[in-house]
T-cell receptor, first 112, second 118 residues
Framework: SQQGEEDPQALSIQEGENATMNCSYK?????LQWYRQNSGRGLVHLIL?????REKHSGRLRVTLDTSKKSSSLLITASRAADTASYFC????????????FGTGTRLQVTL | DTGVSQNPRHKITKRGQNVTFRCDPI?????LYWYRQTLGQGPEFLTY????????KSRLLSDRFSAERPKGSFSTLEIQRTEQGDSAMYLC????????????????FGEGSWLTVV
C-alpha cells in the first residue's frame, strides 16, 4: 500500500517558473527521499533529508521536512522543460531497514 | 556506467510462461531491493536482500515469485506461470548498509524491466 500522497497529482507550469510539490506520510520515519521519473524510465535520486533535518538544498532543488505534520515539500526553482517528469517522495520508516514506501507521485509538465 | 543495471529492459511473454529478470547492483552495495510499479502508481516494495540473505518479502510476492541473490552480488527475480496482472515494471535498487556515513541510506534504482503478459 502507498505510504502517503503527493499533492498536487499534476502540475503544469511555464519554463522559468517555480514548481512546488508536497508529500504527506503516515508513520515515523528515518529519512525521506525524493525521486524523479521520466516516462517509462527508472527512478533518479534527487535528494535525501533525514528526520532531524528541516531543510536541504541541492542546486535548483529545495526540500523541507516537517515531522510534526508528517509532510515534506520539494521546490524546483527556475524550471526547465527537461524537468518534465513524475516526482515521488519515498519514506524510510523507522525500523524497516531502509525499505522505501512511495507516494503516488506528482506529474510535472513544464512548457516552453 | 556503475549504476544499477537491469536486464532485459523489456519482456513480452505469453500467459503461463516463466520469466526471469536480472539485477546487478552498484558495487559494494550490500542491500538489494526489488519493487514493482504499475502505470500511474508509485513503486511498491516486493523484497530485499542484505548480502545473500533475503530478509523481507512483501505480501505482494506470491508463491509464483521467487528472488535470489546467491553470492550476495547480482540478483534474479523469477515469475512462474505469468498472469496478465503481472504486467508491470520491475525495479531493482541497491544501497550501502544503514548507518553508513553521509547519505549512506540513499537508495539507487535501475532503469527497470518492463513485463507485458499477453
Amino acid at each position: 500500500s502507498q505510504q502517503g500522497e503527493e499533492d498536487p497529482q499534476a502540475l503544469s507550469i511555464q519554463e522559468g517558473e517555480n514548481a512546488t510539490m508536497n508529500c504527506s506520510y503516515k508513520t515515523s520515519i528515518n529519512n525521506l527521499q525524493w525521486y524523479r521519473q521520466n516516462s517509462g524510465r527508472g527512478l533518479v535520486h534527487l535528494i535525501l533529508i533525514r528526520s532531524n533535518e528541516r531543510e536541504k538544498h541541492s542546486g535548483r532543488l529545495r526540500v523541507t521536512l516537517d515531522t510534526s505534520k508528517k509532510s515534506s515539500s520539494l521546490l524546483i526553482t527556475a524550471s526547465r522543460a527537461a524537468d518534465t517528469a513524475s516526482y515521488f517522495c519515498a519514506t524510510d520508516a523507522a525500523g524497516t531497514a531502509s525499505k522505501l514506501t512511495f507516494g503516488t507521485g506528482t506529474r510535472l509538465q513544464v512548457t516552453l | 556506467d556503475t549504476g544499477v543495471s537491469q536486464n532485459p529492459r523489456h519482456k513480452i511473454t505469453k500467459r503461463g510462461q516463466n520469466v526471469t529478470f536480472r539485477c546487478d547492483p552498484i558495487s559494494e552495495h550490500n542491500r538489494l531491493y526489488w519493487y514493482r510499479q504499475t502505470l500511474g502508481q508509485g513503486p511498491e516494495f516486493l523484497t530485499y536482500f542484505q548480502n545473500e540473505a533475503q530478509l523481507e518479502k512483501s505480501r505482494l510476492l506470491s508463491d509464483r515469485f521467487s528472488a535470489e541473490r546467491p553470492k550476495g552480488s547480482f540478483s534474479t527475480l523469477e515469475i512462474q506461470r505469468t498472469e496478465q496482472g503481472d504486467s508491470a515494471m520491475y525495479l531493482c535498487a541497491s544501497s550501502l548498509p544503514a548507518g553508513t556515513g553521509g547519505t549512506g541510506n540513499t537508495i539507487y534504482f535501475g532503469e527497470g524491466s518492463w513485463l507485458t503478459v499477453v
